[in-house]
């Protein structure tokens, strides 16, 4: 069964408004972390936000912030006035456990497309 | 500049030949991981390590050997490439509670 799953292959959205790209997981370890990286044309991952599952509230970094729903196992990437140069692919990665020495398994990834 | 920096970024090289792929990071991390971008995918780990001279596999390391005998240092051999094996390679590094993994540039391996 996939730990990651990402729904969307690609997602659209103008300029200047909020998207969300999908993001569940599966794990029945009580404690992981939840990670989202941007890898832009040019091939290079960016982390973006981490969320752990103890964390009571909702991940925030900027424009970005993770909509984190433990009861239904999502985490879901929220990113506000969009911009041109967030057009990329988005993975939804997770880290289970705390002696997995920071292993990640990934999503297959969604592709953003930001429109002017 | 300090970070973590992986040679060379472009290689094509043919079926049988070994190849090594090389991992810099100037951070002291602990833990070191290579990964595999494929279409279709996402990013697969192929080794990690926790510390010098300890690494263990992960989900797809048939045909990789790995070494880290060095903390800064964690290259990665393919000892008889095969065309299965042409995928981008990423090197990342972490340390820490959260443990965020900081990626180099990738390396695009071409076997011919």
């Known amino acids: 069964a996939q730990k990651i799953t990402q729904t969307q292959p690609g997602m659209f959205v103008q300029e200047k408004e909020a998207v969300t790209l999908d993001c569940t997981y599966d794990?029945?370890?009580?404690?992981?972390?939840l990670f989202w990286y941007k890898q832009p044309s040019s091939g290079e991952m960016i982390f973006l936000i981490y969320?752990?599952?103890?964390?009571?509230q909702n991940a925030t970094e900027g424009r970005y912030s993770l909509n984190f729903q433990k009861a239904r196992k999502s985490a879901n990437l929220v990113i506000s006035a969009s911009q041109l140069g967030d057009s990329a692919m988005y993975f939804c990665?997770?880290?289970?456990?705390?002696?997995?020495?920071?292993?990640?398994?990934f999503g297959q990834g969604t592709i953003l497309t930001v429109h002017p | 500049d300090a970070g973590i920096t992986q040679s060379p970024r472009y290689k094509i090289t043919e079926t049988g030949r070994q190849v090594t792929l090389m991992c810099h990071q100037t951070?002291?991390?602990?833990?070191m991981f290579w990964y595999r971008q494929d279409l279709g995918h996402g990013l697969r780990l192929i080794y990690y390590?926790?510390?010098?001279?300890?690494?263990d596999k992960g989900e797809v390391s048939d045909g990789y050997v790995v070494s880290r005998s060095k903390t800064e240092n964690f290259p990665l051999t393919l000892e008889s490439a095969t065309r299965s094996q042409t995928s981008v390679y990423f090197c990342?590094?972490?340390?820490?509670?959260?443990?965020?993994?900081?990626f180099g540039a990738g390396t695009r391996l071409s076997v011919l």
């Open positions: 794990t029945s370890d009580p404690s992981y972390g």
């Open positions: 390590s926790a510390a010098a001279d300890i690494t």
């Open positions: 969320q752990g599952s103890y964390d009571q």
């Open positions: 951070w002291s991390h602990s833990y």
């Open positions: 990665a997770m880290r289970e456990g705390l002696t997995s020495y920071g292993k990640l398994t």
């Open positions: 990342a590094s972490s340390e820490g509670l959260v443990n965020i993994q900081y």
